[in-house]
């Protein structure tokens, strides 16, 4: 079975410019998690989906930041404008309702120039 | 709110050489607790988790046991490996939440 798949795993861009990470969790999990990490911060919970319903968004640095689960398969996470500070690896986790563990994908390194 | 505290690292170990990388936490509840491994380049993986006081969660030689009265879970292996280099991360779930609190990581070097 294939594991949580994050795409692209690279991504440089300028500042200012539209960025869009994509996550596919593992079919049957219903819990969707979106990371980042950072040296100065570790790693941050940004948000989470349950049934594709965005529960705790807490985490969201500000309103540059969105994500998005349209349907069981698919979530994005969105930044616009992106900025230097922006610049981490950003992680995708997903987990069944049963177990609760959760299933990191291999992350997005982001760089912001 | 909930806190892991993990001990700062880095950690350096010769080959065979025993680990234990202190994990202690802040909760409200009773929580589940975990340690995951991140090797190079990679998403984090769960290493081996507890779930109530006095369980001892095991994998690949590495134990942890869910002391609720010193609210620890201290991760240890007898005779660590080069192929143990890794950052290691304590976490929580408290009761029925689904997101996880993380420690801020240990990393451990392991050199021949």
């Given at each position: 079975?294939?594991?949580v798949i ?10 200012g410019?539209e960025?869009?990470?994509r ?5 049957g999990?219903n819990?969707?998690?979106?990371y ?17 319903v965005?529960?705790?968004?807490s985490g ?7 994500a ?5 398969s698919f979530s ?5 404008p ?13 987990s ?18 | ?43 984090l ?7 109530k006081a ?21 991760l ?14 304590c ?22």
């Open positions: 079975d294939a594991g994050q795409s692209p795993r690279h991504e440089v861009t300028e500042m410019q960025v869009t990470l996550c596919k969790p593992i079919s999990h819990s969707l998690f979106w980042r990490q950072t040296m100065m911060r570790g790693l941050e919970l940004l948000i989470y989906f349950n049934n594709n965005p529960i705790d968004d969201m640095p500000e309103d540059r930041f969105s998005k689960m349209p349907n069981a994005t996470l969105k930044i616009q992106s900025e230097p500070r922006d610049s981490a690896v950003y992680f995708c986790a997903s069944r309702r049963t177990d609760y563990e959760q299933y990191f994908g291999p992350g997005t390194r982001l760089t912001v120039t | 709110g909930d806190s892991v505290t993990q001990m700062e690292g880095p950690v350096t170990l010769s080959e065979e050489a025993f680990l234990t990388i202190n994990c202690t936490y802040t909760a409200t509840g009773y929580p589940s607790l975990f340690w995951y491994v991140q090797y190079p380049g990679e998403g993986q769960l290493l081996l988790k507890a779930t006095d369980d001892k969660g095991s994998n690949k030689g590495f134990e942890a046991t869910y002391r609720k009265e010193t609210t620890s879970f201290h240890e292996k007898g005779s660590v490996q080069v192929s143990d280099s890794a950052v290691y991360f976490a929580l779930r408290d009761g029925s939440a689904r997101q996880l609190t993380f420690g801020s990581g240990t990393q451990l070097t392991v050199l021949p």
